[in-house]
């Protein structure tokens, strides 16, 4: 998964409004879901699947996690050696197969990239006539900048609390509301009233909008012209704890280079602990959490921080490099300007040269498990005859530092947006096994969703709705950045109801790689992983993509769906 640093412009405003969920898509999906629940359904499941097919994908994905997750690979880090390794490690990989280049006569698509790294004994000083507080990088706090410069000082600046930082005009929404940010920094909860509330009938209720995004509230600061902005992090509405965000903002950050070296942005980015939070609004003689419980409620006034003031400075190490996408294809007999497109990020965070003992990211499972199954696909579809569109098969990079890679080629394309027929997106493939269940991420989307079920019923399977949709899993991965530009994109993946152990223990090994392991150094391959799950998974992305790369057929968005306007404009670019 990633650590966003989108910048995204004024008109992702109309990708926020409130998921539309086709209803009765959904209630057959849950209607089945627990139907099937409360069946017995191993005798199915058990004759459902190829034996040979699922050893066999097995097999090549173990080889290529393995390799890929191995600290030779250095965690994978754009525009570093570790980057060369892994893309002539996929290049190497596709010739083999008799997969040829995605760009013309290469397998790379270039994405110009500038690497930050702020320097870790950044202080930040809090002072007011009766509270003062230094807190410590890391422990206490963690900053960066967007701002493609050496030094960048912020003294003395007013502190507000602006809620959840949210300007939401079809919500009735403005945190900002007659407030006045300039020069002065704002400190913002993470994830949106919605949430907070558990109101359904609130921003989309307990399922995150982008509005709760880390990523939004820091642009939305900076289009408010602050100097600095703070989120306070709880583990809950974050969806992850504290040491992720220590280990995925320290070391080097990547964003795509900037002409105006992000001049716009606001000087100063980062969180608090909410420990450090209780401690500046109790000595600035607030109570946080009624304040908090404020925010949730529409018509909310931004609050100063009584008379405290921030002062912090950071020192950066800039680097400007180029990185690669990797893109491969099997061209269409009869539409080759057609085409249904893979993808899966190959980055992962690298090396942290400050951290003691373990300081390798190898990024395992997420995300060398997706980049094997790119290889894994293009293995299996080699062994079809040439379908009549193209199917791409797209590896990109800097999707931890803000979905960049995908960022670029949607902005980029090297097949038409118009013509592009789908996206199917992998991200953190299932390593605990055989799954009854297959989950979308952002439900009720498109009639991709329709492919899917077809070839879920076959599996003996069933679709559920996301467990964790406060977590804003779809605005976390690549699949996202072809959904902005009205390509139909799927994201699914394994559920958590094991065959062999049930749903209780299937929820128990996702949260437990999500606090121990999720952006941490032990995300580390395992060759006991059980990968017969992911081999299920890749069986229905292999089976979508077969149909669709034979047919006419051009999947649509649901009605309702925000992207459904944009993919409407390109449908007439294509006639």
Known sequence: MLIETIKVDINVKNIMFKRVIKLQKYFLFFGLGVFLTNCDTSFNLADSTTTDFSISVEKVLHEHISILASDEYGGRAPATPGEVKTIEYLR??????????????SYFQSVAVTEIITKSDAVMNIEGEVYEATLAYGRDMMVGTQQQVPELNVSGADLVFVGYGIVAPEYEWNDYAALDVRDKTVVILVNDPGYATQNENLFNGNAMTYYGRWTYKFEEAARQGAAAALIVHETGPAGYGWEVVNSSWSGPQIGLEAENLNRDRTKIEGWLTKESAL??????????????????????????????????SIENSIRN?????????????????????????????????????????????????????????????????????????????????????????AEHPIFPIETTVANINMDNLNT???????????????????????????????????????????????????????????????????????????????????????????????????????????NLYFEITNVLANSLDFPQWFDGNEFKAVREFSIAERQ
């Open 321 to 409: 490099s180029t990185s690669q996408n990797v893109i491969a294809a099997i061209p269409g007999t009869t539409r080759p300007n057609e085409s249904v497109i893979y993808t899966a990020h190959w980055d992962h965070l690298g090396v942290n040269p400050e951290l003691n003992g373990d300081n390798i990211f190898n990024g395992a499972a997420d995300n060398a498990t997706g980049t094997a199954g790119l290889l894994a696909l293009a293995q299996l579809h080699m062994q079809k005859d040439r379908p009549e569109r193209t199917i791409v098969f797209l590896a990109v990079t800097a999707e931890e530092s803000g979905l960049l890679g995908s960022k670029w080629y």
């Open 432 to 538: 605990f096994g055989r799954m009854r269940d297959v989950v979308v991420v952002g439900a009720g989307s498109s009639e991709l969703e329709i492919y899917l079920e077809d070839a879920v019923l076959a599996q003996g399977r069933y679709i559920m709705p996301e467990p964790n949709p406060e977590r804003g899993y779809y605005y976390r991965s690549d699949h996202f950045n072809f959904a902005k530009v009205g390509v139909p994109a799927l994201y699914a993946e394994s559920g958590e109801d094991s065959i062999d152990y049930g749903r209780e223990w299937g929820a128990a090994q996702a949260q437990e790689y999500t606090d121990n392991r999720y952006h941490a150094p032990g995300d580390e391959y395992d060759p006991n992983w059980d990968l017969s799950g992911a081999s299920e998974d890749i």
């Open 92 to 105: 190497d990989n596709f010739i083999d197969l008799g997969v040829g280049p995605g760009n013309g006569d």
């Open 279 to 312: 401690s500046i609004f109790d000595g600035a003689g607030l109570d946080y959490e009624a304040l908090k419980t404020n925010a949730s409620v529409r018509g909310f006034q931004a609050t100063p921080i009584g008379d405290v003031k921030l002062s912090v």
